[in-house]
């Protein structure tokens, strides 16, 4: 592959996956949407032979180094999305968030798992499925909740607070459907892989950083963390072929530093100014379109869509109800906790990041063979896009009777304050 | 000339213990002060150290004058992606009331034994203006490049007699 053809192609690609995104954007949906289909756009150029892939080398397996890129875009997405988390927010997580986050992830995991059994996939895949339906992306939750002014409620709190064990979650369970040996062995691995980087790398992190203020060099430390990181993706994968396993692990052990947030800026820099760009655009160039054609990949999105939102509903909805949200049993059955509990079901439905991430490390961890790839790409992109468009309106649904109690009460409070001034006038009058 | 390399030498041996101002002049609210508040404090400050309490002085974060512009903009403005949410909590319109909600959690901080060297450097190393100094998580006192730049006159006898109070905090710093 020439290098001039590299180059262009990376260029290309990130300037349609800005302008993407910006579009996107417009129509209150996110972004992350707008990269995809820009890549979709560049990759069918490809598959329909308007474009050769010597030129043009977006699409899977035709450039080792755009196939790199896209690698490292994963890596950097997970410890990004790990270095912005609020660890504390994770300790003083609920009972209710805890239970419901539990719940939703493993609702349509299994539903997943089985109904792809059902049709025919083998347990593996079919569990690959299964990950690719649990993690949420709370990002569009969040400004849908902020724009209905319930952010701040109970409901929009614990929906926070789960948000960071979902995403957790999510990212750990797709080890076993990439792992590979008994599932001791992959527990003894799992279990090791967390004392090294969790434990020692959670009390040691302030002296390795200690250490790399020491050196004194041009963006010594950012060196010396970006290293930590590509050591524990590196450990991560060649134990689960899972290396965003080991970004993300970095990611949070980073998060406790105030050091590491200001690094932030640099990573993101190149994260999301190069790297993370590629990612997308690349996956969303997976998607042949052609693939449509076939009948099982539309069954296919039509299961992981259903289950991906009515799995999660379930799952996080039933978690919240049993908790009766901590006011005890006489709570449980009472109409306002069905719809505290709905909430938060539907405020999980969301897919983006984490989901394509999952799908990367199982194609690349061959849990989805390379001939079923092109199936689960446009299933997850079709879910993707699905969740992300029913979201908002089934929330305002689901909201709207506190909505409405919110604006009777401004309206009163409203009313007694005039009803007040008039009087004093009054008052002061006589 | 060699009077500022003598006051240089002198100013990176001093220990900010030396320099601090006293506990009562920094600016402080409590984490469960309100938004509003926060703001007043800002229109003459450029930064804000919220504690736990005023009683403990537990550091808790710190609200900068830049970080005014999350909490003042729609919080559609932001990008709403893996990896930068943060910011986007910090916004008014998106509910945010209490200093707690709007503060940068992880502070730079230092010890009052280090030196005016070892402070600089650590402000050029992560691109920051002021450190919060601490023992252990009490707040005690902070340093700021004004506080640094009133402490250098002083020593090379600029400035008029005003230069002679040590420790004074800033109004005008930018962050």
């Not at chain 2, 030196?115 to 050029?124: F, G, W, Y």
Request: proline fraction near 3%; glycine fraction near 8%; charge should be positive.
């Amino acid at each position: 592959m020439e290098p001039t053809w590299i180059l262009l192609t990376i260029g290309i690609a990130l300037i349609f996956a800005k302008i993407g995104d910006s579009i996107i954007e417009r129509f209150e949906l996110p972004g992350v949407l707008g990269e995809l289909l820009m890549g979709m756009m560049l990759g069918n150029l490809v598959y329909f032979g308007v474009v050769s892939s010597q030129y043009l080398p977006i699409t899977v397996n035709t450039s080792e180094v755009i196939d790199f890129l896209a690698k490292l875009g994963i890596i950097f997405l997970l410890f990004l999305g790990a270095l912005d988390t609020d660890i504390s927010m994770l300790k003083r997580t609920g009972v209710t968030a805890t239970i419901s986050t539990v719940l939703g992830v493993f609702v349509p995991l299994i539903l997943g798992w089985f109904a792809l059994m059902e049709m025919g996939y083998p347990s593996r895949e079919a569990f690959a499925g299964g990950v690719l339906l649990t993690a949420t992306s709370i990002g569009l939750t969040v400004r849908v909740m902020m724009d209905l002014g319930v952010l701040r409620s109970e409901v929009g709190a614990a929906s926070l607070s789960a948000s960071v064990m979902d995403d957790f979650l999510g990212i750990a369970l797709v080890i076993f459907a990439v792992g590979s040996g008994s599932l001791t062995g992959l527990g003894i691995k799992i279990a090791v892989f967390f004392l090294i980087t969790g434990v020692i790398g959670w009390f040691a992190v302030d002296y390795y950083v200690k250490f790399a203020e020491r050196l004194h060099v041009e963006k010594g430390i950012l060196g010396l963390v970006l290293g930590m990181m590509f050591l524990f993706a590196a450990l991560a994968e060649n134990w689960f072929a899972a290396a965003i396993e080991g970004s993300f692990m970095a990611g949070l052990i980073l998060a406790k530093l105030p050091e590491g947030k200001k690094l932030m800026e640099d990573v993101r820099a190149i994260g999301y100014g190069f790297l993370i760009p590629i990612f997308f655009v690349h996956t969303g160039a997976m998607l042949n379109l052609k693939v449509f054609e076939s009948y099982s990949a539309l069954t296919l999105a039509a299961v992981l869509t259903v289950i991906a939102v009515v799995g999660k509903i379930a799952g996080r909805g039933f978690g919240a109800w049993i908790t009766a949200w901590g006011r005890g049993r006489a709570f449980l059955f009472n109409p306002r906790n069905f719809k505290m509990s709905l909430q938060m079901g539907i405020g999980s439905i969301p897919r983006t990041e984490v989901a394509l991430v999952d799908l990367m490390v199982a194609i690349h961890g061959r849990a989805i063979p390379p001939a079923d790839a092109p199936k689960f790409i446009a299933a997850t992109l079709i879910f993707i896009t699905v969740s992300v468009l029913v979201t908002p309106p089934m929330l305002k649904w689901a909201f709207k009777e506190d909505i409405e109690k919110r604006v009777e009460s401004r309206a009163s409070s409203k009313v007694e304050r005039i009803q007040e001034t008039k009087q004093k006038i009054k008052e002061l009058k006589s | 000339m060699e009077n500022v390399e003598k006051a240089l030498q002198h100013f990176h041996a001093l220990k900010l213990k030396q320099i601090m101002p006293a506990t009562s002049s920094i600016p402080v609210v409590e984490a469960d002060s309100a938004v509003i508040n926060v703001l007043k404090i800002l229109r003459t400050r450029h930064h804000v150290w919220v504690v736990k309490n005023r009683k403990n002085m537990e550091l808790c974060g710190v609200i900068r004058y830049l970080d005014t512009m999350d909490i003042l903009l729609p919080p559609e403005v932001h990008k709403f992606r893996l990896g930068m949410t943060s910011a986007v909590m910090k916004s008014l319109l998106g509910g945010a009331q209490k200093a707690e909600e709007i503060m940068e959690k992880n502070v730079l901080t230092i010890e009052e034994d280090a030196t005016v060297l070892e402070a600089l450097t650590k402000m050029k190393r992560y691109k920051t203006q002021v450190l919060a100094i601490v023992k252990g998580d009490t707040l005690v006192s902070e340093i700021s490049l004004r506080i640094l730049i009133n402490e250098l006159l002083r020593l090379l006898r600029v400035g008029g007699t005003s230069w002679s109070q040590h420790g004074s905090s800033s109004q005008s710093e930018l962050h």
